[in-house]
């Protein structure tokens, strides 16, 4: 049935989204044991990335929540979390500097990022509406086979922009921590081993971005399918 198939997928990679995000748990959970040598905390090694990219309109604040890092373009702010902050670890090196990544990303007018910023708000209007119609695409599909076309066409278009933004994430990611890893080899912020569990932690914190866009692609071609297979009906 239609909403088995969907139920498949969404479990699928749920399972595979937990793996990831356990792995990528335990992988900090490891490189938080790891005290840097260069003896900087988050937020130092932060700052110091900002600056050594003369960007000095960014601030480097302290959030709640596990794994909460990111980077605000709006408000132009370098947030971490309480941990990532305070701690002189590998890992907090490794996130500091790869949200301060997308600052830089953000100073340089990095295509991808612009691209992705500009998805935000189709996103958010495309989730909603997602949320709140996929009650009535089961239902159609039972009660009214004349409107599902019309129903899974809308749904295509909404899941498309979704499979967008999660798509042009990748790049911009994978950007940030390639410009995080370079940064930390070049100023000597890790040494040896500590280059290496940096790169680690943050390949399996793309891997989580990697699993969620084939995710929503794998759910476009799923109503793509069924949109084709109702038309040959």
Not at 50 to 65: A, E, F, P
Not at 162 to 167: A, C, D, K, N, R
Request: aromatic share 10%; hydrophobic share 50%.
């Amino acid at each position: 049935m239609f909403d088995i198939g969907l139920l498949m997928i969404a479990l699928i990679f749920m399972v595979i989204g937990l793996l990831v995000s356990s792995r990528l748990k335990s992988k900090f959970a490891q490189y938080s044991q790891e005290r840097l040598s260069s003896g900087l905390t988050g937020r130092e090694v932060a700052e110091k990335m900002l600056q050594d990219n003369r960007i000095y309109d960014v601030k480097v604040t302290s959030v709640d929540g596990m794994l909460s890092d990111h980077y605000n373009p709006a408000t132009k702010t370098v947030n971490l979390s309480h941990d990532v902050y305070n701690q002189r670890t590998v890992a907090a090196a490794a996130v500091a500097a790869h949200e301060c990544g997308h600052a830089v990303q953000h100073n340089t007018a990095y295509v991808w990022l612009g691209m992705r910023s500009k998805l935000v708000p189709v996103v958010q209007i495309a989730s909603t509406a997602m949320s709140f119609l996929t009650l009535g695409l089961a239902f159609v599909a039972f009660s009214s086979p004349s409107l599902l076309n019309s129903m899974l066409l809308l749904f295509i278009v909404l899941q498309g922009a979704i499979t967008l933004f999660s798509v042009v994430t990748l790049p911009v990611e994978i950007d940030a921590s390639r410009r995080a890893l370079a940064w930390l080899n070049h100023s000597r912020i890790t040494y040896s081993h500590e280059h290496e569990e940096a790169k680690d932690a943050l390949k399996w914190a793309a891997y989580t971005y990697v699993v969620s866009a084939l995710g929503s692609i794998a759910t476009l071609l799923y109503y793509v399918w069924r949109f084709t297979s109702s038309n040959r009906d």
